[in-house]
């Protein structure tokens, strides 16, 4: 399975914007590259998701580099309300009839005042 | 609203006594997936459905039983749980298993087993 590589801690200040770094050298042309966050005492919650093109979201902007190897969510304009943990994901396929989402261990995200 | 519903939160239970954590989506999604949360190990696939009496094996089935008999409703059961099997569980839906689609999750089932 195609892996992928994130700080485990970033910190930002509100109001600024916030870039989460993920590298994932490995990736396959068919795998979409999801992110995803996970507030305290909650499930995980879909961010964005994008394939080759930029994407962007009420939520968030996706950077996908051009060979694909890299991506940054970017968060416009952070608030107290955005600390989490992201986690970047490589869509995985099961024997190709099912697939899940590899969740490793993601970047920290502290927001001050 | 569009969501995920798991229940309970919240489950202590004994070794051996059978227990379901029940999952039920309202978007109509064709895929629905279980995953518990444990810290250091991230969070791991069980099981998984692809459609209506349609289910596999995820990462860590072992001890674990699923069933989908209808479209909205992904009950996990553990037929005799044990110490290990105390984690943090989640459900998730999505469209269908095309990876171009995010999935939903739902809140959680922090489960104890004594």
């Known amino acids: 399975d195609a892996k992928t590589t994130q700080p485990n801690s970033m910190e930002s200040n509100e109001e600024e914007p916030v870039h989460l770094p993920c590298n994932h050298s490995t990736i396959s042309g068919t795998d979409y590259i999801h992110w995803y966050r996970q507030l305290p005492s909650q499930g995980p919650e879909y961010v964005i998701h994008?394939?080759?093109s930029n994407v962007n979201n009420r939520m968030a902007s996706l950077a996908i580099a051009e060979d694909r190897k890299s991506s940054t969510l970017i968060l416009h304009r952070a608030t107290l309300r955005d600390a989490a943990v992201y986690y970047c994901i490589l869509s995985a396929l099961y024997r190709g009839s099912g697939y899940a989402l590899n969740f490793g261990k993601g970047t920290s995200l502290l927001v001050t005042p | 609203e569009a969501q995920v519903t798991q229940n309970p939160r919240y489950l202590i239970t004994v070794t051996g006594k059978k227990l379901t954590v029940t999952c039920s989506q309202n978007?109509?999604?064709?895929?629905m997936s279980w995953y518990r949360q444990d810290p250091g190990l991230g969070l791991r696939q069980i099981y998984y459905s692809m459609n209506v009496e349609v289910t596999d094996k995820g990462d860590v089935p072992e001890g674990y039983k699923v069933s989908r008999k209808e479209k909205r409703n992904f009950p996990l059961i553990l037929e005799s749980p044990s110490p290990n099997q105390t984690s943090l569980y989640f459900c998730a839906s999505s469209p269908n298993r095309d990876t171009a689609y995010g999935y939903t999750f739902g809140s959680g089932t922090r489960l104890t087993v004594v």
């Open positions: 978007m109509n999604h064709e895929y």
């Open positions: 994008g394939l080759t």
